[in-house]
């Protein structure tokens, strides 16, 4: 132990002059000075403070509404905004200066704001918070048998056959054709898209809402043809969700005879609040229930279900109002960075573009979220990994102060000195979750001749018994790299969860497994799929959680690598010679197709179809008591392992099995004895007893019905009797799990006070 304890002692001593050595040959003297410094105001987040700083420095229009998603409209510039507020709010003076308010779930409101008067919105009584939207992006054959859900369209130990018949499924996507058979019923007489609106067109907007354009009806919608050419993304998601497979039933999705509302988003976060807005209004206006699908996806926030869109999903949904998301295509992706800092401590990562040929050149964000009311500082540096030299570096910004700071960094080259761009917005605590928080962004792509190939972006970060998270890119383009230098830290897969479908504590996440690994193409030909694995096995490529505060992400998983559905016929990719085209419907010279994709955005709406056939079968389920039915009903497998986890969730989706369960679903069944373990009283005040036979049981856990872990103990051999204190847990279903060498049982604990 005394040499195993030297030896560990020797390789940190060794690890810290390796670190010390890259930081002392820093000069602070020759530290980049910030050449703009912008004090934005309190109440704003860090992206809407580089809006305002690019504002500052008079950066054209076409730049302003190419970054940052702006809207153009009758020569005028408007912003997409969340902003929160309080009881204070001085509506005369939103409307003084033109700013329209949209949807709202308590204090939080989406906003259209004239860029013009964005600066001014600060100074209006009762705004506590604006946040200018993020720009988002998206992310049947086997399918359906691989979920049961064949058993339930034809009724198989059920009451009934379900469809989902009487059920809104809701898309938010784009992509779309909207002429394509699969969105007929089966037998072509009628069609099921019943509202479109196309928040990037301009028109008539829907009742309630200023901006884009509306479409009502078969006729209108499917005159206007299509919502785009250039992708296939939403026809294929809605194709999964809720198409009929047209006279090719090989091909029909999940909710074939539900309704369809589709949302075709203007391509940033407060559109899809209001496409969810719009979609649940609709739904409650005809007396249906509704799913919304949205297989879209960001890592930009806090990861944590604090965000401002997440808290609106929070106070959207309710009975018969559902939101599913898809968990993001970055399970192997390293793009997160995290660490826990000692005393005066320094971390180090560097940022890799690992599909560029030079992968040390690039541009990319970073998003920095520390621990509340602690504080952090952070550089940028160039560093050359082969010399092991500092090439240029920012000057320190503490995350002490709110600012917008930006920076140009030179290399030593003197025949072609070349050019790093940074911007680092800082806010102090967020408002949402009081964590200090950094928004940096960076152009390295003059790092693009031969001798640039080992000149690297460094983010270095300080702070003292304190820890943080940071994230790079949306889709791999961009990870966290320790370049296999000592005393730098690697990038992780650990919480690749996205925000928007994956982040939330109210939203349905799924992640993918693989159902079809080889297909056959229109031609004949076979392909095995990109991403290969086994049959039943995760897909490699699917995110993983957990959350930041530690709820089990995703809830659960289903097929999607790979699937098989609808896409855009107007979209040129698809065509009878397409690697990807597996079938196809034609009415004289028109074709329409079928084709092979894979990826969370595809596992998503099969379990929004199939949350859609259980609201068929009653009306009134929560994202509670879908969470609860999960919990209790998904199919495990040697792939998945033990459940719970961070790679499953509750396991696969098993849409029989569930259905079965919600036809006598109450919303508050209780199991008080199982495999002759005894749990009483249940429910109780918190207090519970737990009996255990001759069955060995080593371990038990609790969670709550966001997966995460709130009560865990080990139990001894020569003790069969167990107390439960969960007193201190607020009122409540939560998920008791008893682990054995050879046993795993679940039941539910009800915590009525």
């Not at 997160?336 to 964000?365: M, Q, R, V």
């Not at 199991?671 to 002759?676: A, C, P, S």
């Not at 009283?681 to 036979?693: D, Q, R």
């Amino acid at each position: 132990m005394k040499k195993f304890t030297f030896i560990t002692i020797a390789f940190l001593v060794f690890a810290q002059l390796v670190v010390a050595q890259i930081v002392t040959r820093k000069n602070a003297s020759e530290a980049a000075k910030a050449y703009n410094i912008f004090e934005q105001p309190k109440n704003c987040s860090p992206y809407t403070a580089m809006l305002l700083s690019d504002m500052k420095q008079n950066k054209s229009a076409e730049v302003l509404i190419e970054n940052y998603g702006l809207i153009s409209k009758n020569k005028e510039i408007f912003v997409s905004s969340f902003i929160k507020t309080n009881d204070r709010l001085d509506y005369d003076k939103l409307k003084e200066n033109n700013i329209q308010l949209i949807a709202n779930v308590d204090d939080i409101y989406t906003a259209i704001i004239p860029l013009k008067n964005l600066v001014r919105i600060f100074e209006i009584q009762g705004i506590e918070y604006v946040e200018i939207g993020h720009k988002v992006e998206p992310k049947l054959d086997q399918a359906r048998a691989k979920t049961w859900v064949d058993e339930v369209h034809i009724g198989t130990g059920l009451s009934q056959s379900y469809t989902g018949d009487g059920v809104v499924v809701g898309v938010i996507d784009g992509g779309f054709d909207y002429t394509h058979p699969t969105f007929y019923n089966s037998d072509y007489n009628q069609y099921r898209i019943s509202r479109v609106w196309e928040q990037d067109q301009t028109g008539t907007p829907p009742s309630g809402y200023n901006y884009g354009n509306e479409l009502i009806g078969e006729t209108a919608i499917v005159n206007d043809a299509y919502s785009s050419i250039g992708s296939s993304h939403g026809t294929h998601v809605t194709g999964i969700a809720a198409g009929s497979g047209s006279v090719l039933p090989i091909f029909k999705g999940v909710a074939y005879e539900s309704e369809i509302v589709l949302v075709p988003y203007g391509g940033i976060s407060p559109y899809i609040a209001n496409g969810i807005d719009y979609i649940f209004n609709y739904a409650s206006s005809v007396g249906k229930p509704a799913v919304i699908n949205m297989s879209l996806g960001i890592h930009k926030g806090p990861h944590d279900g604090t965000s401002i869109f997440d808290q609106f999903c929070d106070g959207s949904v309710g009975e018969g109002k559902i939101l599913v998301g898809s968990a993001g295509n970055e399970g192997s992706d390293k793009l997160h960075f995290n660490y826990d800092l000692g005393a005066d401590e320094i971390a180090y990562s560097f940022i890799e573009f690992p599909y560029n040929s030079n992968k040390s050149s690039g541009a990319t964000f970073i998003d920095i979220w520390g621990e509340a009311y602690e504080d952090f500082t952070i550089a940028i540096n160039i560093y050359n990994i082969v010399d092991k030299e500092y090439q240029g570096y920012t000057d320190y910004v503490s995350s002490s102060t709110d600012g917008t700071y930006s920076f140009t960094i030179q290399d030593p080259d003197p025949n072609n000195s070349d050019e790093c761009t940074v911007t680092i917005s800082v806010e102090h605590s967020n408002s949402q979750n009081n964590k200090p928080h950094m928004y940096v962004t960076f152009d390295n792509t003059d790092q693009n001749e031969e001798g640039d190939i080992n000149d690297y972006v460094l983010l270095e970060v300080k702070g003292s018994n304190t820890s943080f998270d940071a994230w790079c890119s949306s889709a791999g383009e961009a990870i966290f790299t320790d370049k296999e230098l000592q005393g730098v830290t690697n990038g992780n897969t650990n919480i690749t969860i996205g925000e928007i479908g994956g982040t939330g504590n109210s939203i349905i996440t799924v992640g993918a497994y693989t159902s079809k690994n080889n297909y056959t193409d229109y031609q004949g030909t076979s392909h095995d799929v990109g991403f290969y694995t086994a049959i039943g096995a995760v897909a490699p490529f699917s995110s993983l959680g957990p959350t930041v505060d530690g709820r089990i992400k995703p809830n659960i998983s289903a097929p999607g690598n790979v699937v098989v559905s609808s896409v855009n016929s107007f979209h040129e990719q698809y065509n009878a010679t397409s690697t990807k085209v597996v079938g196809q419907v034609n009415n004289g010279s028109k074709y329409w197709w079928f084709a092979a994709m894979q990826g969370t955005s595809m596992s998503s709406p099969m379990v929004t179809g199939i949350i859609a056939l259980w609201l068929e079968g009653n009306q009134k389920l929560s994202p509670t008591n879908i969470k609860t039915l999960l919990a209790d009903n998904s199919w495990t497998d040697g792939n998945t392992g033990s459940v719970p986890n961070n790679t499953w969730g509750y396991g696969k989706i098993d849409a029989h099995k569930t259905m079965q369960a919600v036809e006598s679903f109450d919303g508050l069944e209780s199991i008080n004895n199982i495999d002759g373990i005894t749990l009483y009283p249940n429910p109780s005040n918190g207090e519970f007893t737990l009996n255990i036979s001759d069955i060995t049981i080593n371990e038990l856990k609790i969670y709550d019905l966001s997966g995460k872990l709130v009560y865990s103990d080990v139990i001894a051999k020569n003790n069969r009797k167990q107390n439960i204190d969960l007193s201190y847990l607020t009122s409540g279903i939560y998920i008791l799990k008893l682990i054995g060498d050879k046993t795993a049982l679940q039941s539910k604990l009800f915590v009525n006070k």
